[in-house]
Nanobody, 115 residues
């Protein structure tokens, strides 16, 4: 069973940057379309970016132009570079398959944007 481990979150001031990483176990990661999701307190989990197995990317309007998703299939990782962070980006961030997140959720990584 594939396990997902997210890392890289933290506390950052508005306008700052963070780079999140997600490492997956297993040897068929390269076949998956992968996405980054986030869940803010009191809100539903939402997708913010995805990258297809072939490398095509897409972003939610709220993060377009600020976030960049990438993957390294040799390392079984998918990353999310987040720039120009805003307080409304505060959430726990998770990775999973996209569009159907059928893998078990990892513990996520907390991102807090605050001055």
């Amino acid at each position: 069973q594939v396990q997902l481990v997210e890392s890289g979150g933290g506390l950052v001031q508005p306008g700052g940057s963070l780079r999140l990483s997600c490492t997956a176990s297993g040897n068929i990661f390269r076949l998956y379309n992968m996405g980054w999701y986030r869940q803010a307190p009191g809100k539903q989990r939402e997708s913010v970016a995805y990258i297809a197995a072939g490398g095509t990317t897409n972003y939610a309007d709220s993060v377009k132009g600020r976030f960049t998703i990438s993957r390294d299939n040799a390392l079984n990782t998918v990353s999310l570079q987040m720039n120009s962070l805003k307080p409304e980006d505060t959430a726990v961030y998770y990775c999973n398959k996209f569009p159907n997140p059928t893998l078990g959720w990892g513990q996520g990584t907390q991102v807090t944007v605050s001055s």
